[in-house]
């Protein structure tokens, strides 16, 4: 009899005929459950099966479908020749593709008749992250609420998974104080007085050494016959500024014209990126160095002449971005003319002129004229569509409503009044919760989301915070459906898509658990805070720009760029944006040096780095303080990158010996070697150790280096069905030719985030839909979102 070898049997399991398209339903029960007794269940089943995997429960199909997951582990390893393991009784070739046809068969059969099932999600509350950014796009506050809050749960590796997001009676309690803070801050019902400010000449600019000694009688001059810039001017000086604000702006002169007629005085506004600003021509008239862009607010003419007779010149500064200065300038003298001089004793600037905060106009706009009853609603209608996220029902707005005039009656003032009735809304579960409102709570029967409910899913998805008008205009006019591929593109673009990178990626990756790992100060002394920030830093930039330049995703896993501020490229020992090494001569010149906190994109020269593999962040939460951690980092690619997460180690298996003696006869990986002769363990680290050799050329916090104490480092390693390899930029290319694998462990990370909730069997099918079209459209991350987004699960639900 012939038996099977791992290439061909892996080869025949590749190219095998299926059998799913057989009229009947493939049975598992005689065929299937005799290949186990023969060839599993000694190992597998059981009291103590091994590696924790029983396949003693798998009699029939129906048992198959439900652990899918389970089962494409048991196909892998048979294709790859690990079961039955060496020593064993082996299938022939025959037998083992013939069971592995039938596996298939029945999940083929299984997906091809299940009713499309886009699962149930538990009703969410807002986490911290997403009340925090909704309060903030609601009600126009910068501020955070959620400082005092307890920390919410994690499931499925997230923070947003509706299941374990539970409300406690301490929750809520600061949700009501919350409540009144946010409103009290967003809301100013007795607004104080405007700011003043008043600043004497003598302290404004051109400065210098010699500019007060100029002034007379707390006046400062500028001539047309001055020398120097601190007597030509503009006088000037520079303000804070609220963007959305008028001011008034004034000043005290006199002038002494030389021929006795009023001399010009033109009042500007100066401003990097000012809008509408005065050609040059005009203000090629004035004297001295005139900053620009400027406009000119307006021109004056001054007559008096004499100190007790100076006069205000007062104008209006509307709102406008980018303001910067405020300057007084006269025109340059004609040729031949006599000199003037216009003396100036202070400038001084009031406002903002309506001293309410932006988020009170905002919130409180009202058609001019309305009665107060009007007004109410008016104010009311758009505030709670916003805060519910949802059309506002008759009885919802006439609940708000009395609470306003319940405070009207008390004496309180309007602005008072809607306070108090946004606060109720405030405490809402309609607010709290992500509420998908459904009037057949227990039916089974699938339905499609109303436009509203889309609309949540999509912003929370994306931006972790609320829907915005766009979004909720298009789903009062019911076209959000119809415009899902453009409203994906849009929010992709906007700078609350980083939310996506903060909360999805940083999660799925693990790396946030940096901030409570502290490796030994003696070991690694240059391992400080902002070293720890920037290794995070690096990694939200770098898969930021995945997003923002809709790069392929397989980019993640390896990419020729990354960004480095001076901590970090001394930690990596690169020199400049070319990523040529410190202290060698330049590969590729004209680099520019990195310098400071600010972070480069730097092009990288080899594959020792690139992706997120090799990334310091990655590697130092997958070490122990004072060593690498092969185990660590091989289980890490495994379950976060390849969605093969080997099972948790046996409770009796003792930790490997850090006393000084064996750490000092023998390298980390003969330890490990070593300790992997124990049979309970062999099965599982010959899966992760491999991996994680070849990432040994990088130590405990994510620096390069050829030795381990007084050992070479060996980064080679070899997969049980044969394959080689050594090094980063080799293990790079072992998991790049496994992009399916990635992909899939990606999907199911990202709709697990979008959806709230666990994947489950019958989400398989989508999943593999969402696979198998990605390499159509070379994997972009916009892609990947939009088959997400438009998928059965995302925009469908069903009851219990």
């Excluded at 600061?174 to 809301?187: F, K």
């Excluded at 609309?455 to 959000?480: C, G, H, I, N, V």
Aim: aromatic letters at 8%; glycine letters at 6%; hydrophobic letters at 40%.
């Amino acid at each position: 009899m012939m038996h099977l070898t791992t290439p061909t049997l892996g080869l025949l399991l590749l190219v095998a005929p299926s059998i799913s398209a057989a009229a009947e339903a493939p049975d598992f029960g005689k065929a299937g459950r005799a290949y186990l007794q023969q060839h599993c269940l000694k190992c597998h089943g059981g009291a103590k099966p091994k590696a924790g995997l029983s396949l003693e429960p798998f009699r029939d199909s129906s048992s198959l479908v439900k652990q899918r997951k389970t089962w494409d582990t048991v196909l892998t390893r048979i294709a790859k020749g690990e079961m039955p393991p060496k020593g064993q009784p082996q299938p022939s070739i025959a037998e083992a593709v013939a069971f592995t046809d039938l596996v298939k068969a029945v999940f083929d059969h299984a997906d091809r008749n299940a009713k499309p099932d886009p699962g149930r999600v538990t009703m969410r509350r807002l986490n911290r992250v997403e009340y925090r950014n909704t309060v903030r796009d609601l009600m126009g506050v910068q501020f955070d609420p959620t400082a005092d809050f307890p920390s919410d749960d994690i499931g499925h590796g997230f923070d947003n998974i509706g299941d374990v997001l539970t409300l406690s009676p301490a929750l809520m309690e600061r949700y009501l104080a919350a409540a009144e803070s946010i409103v009290s801050q967003a809301i100013m019902p007795d607004p104080p007085p405007v700011i003043k400010r008043r600043l004497a000449s003598i302290y404004t600019e051109p400065a210098s050494g010699e500019s007060a000694k100029l002034a007379v009688n707390g006046f400062r001059p500028m001539s047309t016959d001055g020398k120097q810039f601190i007597e030509l001017g503009p006088i000037n000086t520079p303000y804070n500024w609220e963007s959305d604000s008028d001011y008034i702006f004034r000043t005290r002169v006199y002038a002494e014209s030389g021929n006795g007629k009023p001399l010009k005085v033109t009042l500007l506004l100066h401003g990097n990126g000012l809008p509408n600003p005065s050609p040059d021509a005009e203000l090629n008239t004035l004297l001295g160095n005139v900053q620009r862009p400027a406009r000119i607010l307006k021109t004056f003419l001054v007559a008096a002449n004499k100190r007790e007779d100076a006069v205000i010149l007062e104008v209006h500064v509307p709102a406008a971005p980018n303001r910067h200065r405020m300057m007084i300038a006269i025109d340059k003298p004609a040729a031949g003319g006599p000199h003037s001089k216009l003396w100036v004793e202070y400038l001084a600037l009031d406002g903002p002129l309506d001293p309410r905060p932006a988020s009170h106009r905002q919130l409180l706009a009202v058609t001019p004229g309305k009665p107060q009853a009007e007004q109410s609603r008016e104010v009311l209608s758009r505030f709670l569509r916003r805060t519910f996220r949802q059309p506002v029902t008759p009885d919802e707005l006439s609940r708000s409503i009395r609470l306003v005039d319940l405070a009207l009656a008390e004496g309180d003032k309007w602005e008072s009044a809607i306070q108090f009735a946004m606060q109720a809304a405030l405490c809402s579960p309609k607010f709290l919760f992500r509420m998908e409102l459904d009037n057949q709570p227990r039916s089974p029967q699938v339905r499609t989301l109303d436009e509203f409910q889309l609309a949540s899913r999509l912003s929370y998805f994306l931006w972790s915070t609320m829907p915005d008008d766009t979004l909720l205009d298009l789903a009062e006019k019911k076209q959000l459906t119809a415009n899902l591929d453009t409203q994906v593109r849009r929010m992709l673009a906007d700078p609350r898509a980083s939310s996506l990178v903060q909360n999805f990626v940083m999660q799925w990756l693990q790396v946030k658990r940096i901030e409570f790992i502290s490796p030994d100060g003696q070991l690694f002394p240059t391992f400080n805070v902002k070293l720890r920030e920037a290794m995070l830093r690096e990694t939200e930039l770098f898969v930021e720009s995945i997003l923002r330049e809709d790069r392929s995703v397989l980019d993640l896993i390896d990419a020729d760029f990354t960004f480095l501020n001076e901590p970090l490229a001394q930690h990596y020992g690169i020199a400049d944006t070319n990523g040529n090494t410190i202290g060698q001569k330049p590969q590729t010149p004209r680099g520019r040096q990195i310098k400071g906190q600010q972070f480069q994109r730097v092009s990288l020269q080899d594959r020792t780095r690139g992706g997120l593999l090799t990334q310091a962040s990655v590697l130092t939460v997958t070490s122990n303080p004072t060593r690498t951690s092969p185990v660590k980092r091989g289980r890490w690619v495994l379950e976060q990158i390849l969605g093969a997460p080997p099972p948790p180690p046996p409770a009796d298996v003792p930790e490997l010996s850090e006393e000084k003696q064996v750490v000092s006869t023998a390298s980390l990986r003969q330890r490990m070697e070593a300790h992997r002769r124990n049979p309970a363990c062999a099965n599982c680290h010959a899966k992760m150790d491999p991996i994680g050799f070849a990432l040994e050329n990088f130590n405990a916090v994510g620096a390069f280096r050829t030795t381990d104490g007084d050992f070479d480092v060996d980064a080679t390693g070899e997969f049980s069905d044969g394959t080689k390899f050594s090094g980063p930029a080799e293990l790079k290319t072992i998991v790049m030719q496994r992009k399916e694998e990635f992909t899939r462990c990606l999907i199911e990370k990202m709709l697990t985030y979008a959806l709230g909730r666990g994947i489950e069997f019958y989400d398989r099918p989508t999943v593999e839909k969402i696979v198998q079209s990605l390499p159509a459209q070379q994997y972009k991350f916009s892609a990947l979102v939009a088959q997400i987004v438009k998928c059965d699960a995302f925009r469908q639900r069903r009851g219990e």
